[in-house]
């Protein structure tokens, strides 16, 4: 498949390192915010989501950080595996229905 | 479990035709939504349908449409297809959209020559 979005900003880690995502948000009456990550010619998978009621959220490997004071939310991949490598997108939602505002995405590359 | 499933995977058209694309939701899920996804723009928001209404609609022009079907199946239409509409078009859905979590197809791939 295609790549979308060639010329994004790019994160490169080594295996086993930490990657930490940054976001900032447009709409400060949204209240739920979730991270996607997209492989090469595929659809945005869902990683872990979090709402406005909270201000830290753990998955597998995974943190969101939500800061509503400056409208910045992070992603925090802990022990960054090869696999991880991907686009990853953050989406806010403000409340009714399913639209998701996206932000542009940041390419993670994990170096051996 | 089954995903989100869309169809085609890859099509190319011509200028001036028109396209249709389906969606099935992940049984149960009642919101289906649709985005377009281009290098230039991002991920942009095209329309949302739930329980067969359009509930809420991005800034796409009136090419764009769209409908769902009473199993919550649904479908995109894109009429005159212009280059620029050449992109991967996404289908989502969830349970009743209102912050659940929103799960994405693995898209159409639309080239227009």
């Known amino acids: 498949g295609e790549s979308v979005g060639l010329h994004l900003p790019t994160l490169s880690v080594q295996e086993g390192d930490n990657s930490i995502i940054n976001c900032a948000y447009s709409?400060?009456?949204?209240?739920?915010f979730i991270w996607y990550k997209q492989e090469s010619g595929k659809g945005p998978q869902f990683i872990i989501d979090?709402?406005?009621?909270?201000d830290k959220r753990q998955g597998q490997r995974v943190t969101v950080l939500l800061n509503k004071t400056v409208k910045h939310l992070s992603l925090q991949i802990a022990a960054t595996q090869p696999g991880d490598s991907a686009v990853y997108f953050c989406?806010?939602?403000?409340?009714?229905?399913?639209?998701?505002?996206f932000g542009t995405g940041t390419r993670l590359q994990v170096t051996l | 479990k089954a995903g989100v499933t869309q169809t085609p995977r890859y099509l190319i058209k011509t200028r001036g035709q028109q396209v249709t694309l389906s969606c099935s939701p992940i049984?149960?899920?009642?919101?289906v939504s649709w985005y377009q996804q281009t290098p230039g723009q991002g991920l942009q928001f095209l329309f949302e349908?739930?329980?067969?209404?359009?509930?809420n609609k991005g800034n796409f022009p009136g090419r764009f449409s769209g409908r769902q079907f009473s199993n919550s199946r649904s479908e995109m239409n894109v009429s005159t297809l212009e280059l620029g509409d050449s992109a991967l078009y996404l289908c989502?859905?969830?349970?009743?959209?209102?912050?659940?979590?929103?799960?994405f197809g693995e898209g159409s791939w639309l080239t227009v020559v």
């Open positions: 049984s149960g899920h009642r919101s």
């Open positions: 709409n400060s009456a949204s209240d739920y």
């Open positions: 349908y739930f329980s067969e209404t359009q509930r």
């Open positions: 979090i709402r406005s009621n909270m």
């Open positions: 989406a806010e939602n403000a409340g009714t229905a399913s639209k998701l505002t």
């Open positions: 989502a859905s969830s349970l009743s959209g209102n912050g659940n979590t929103i799960y």
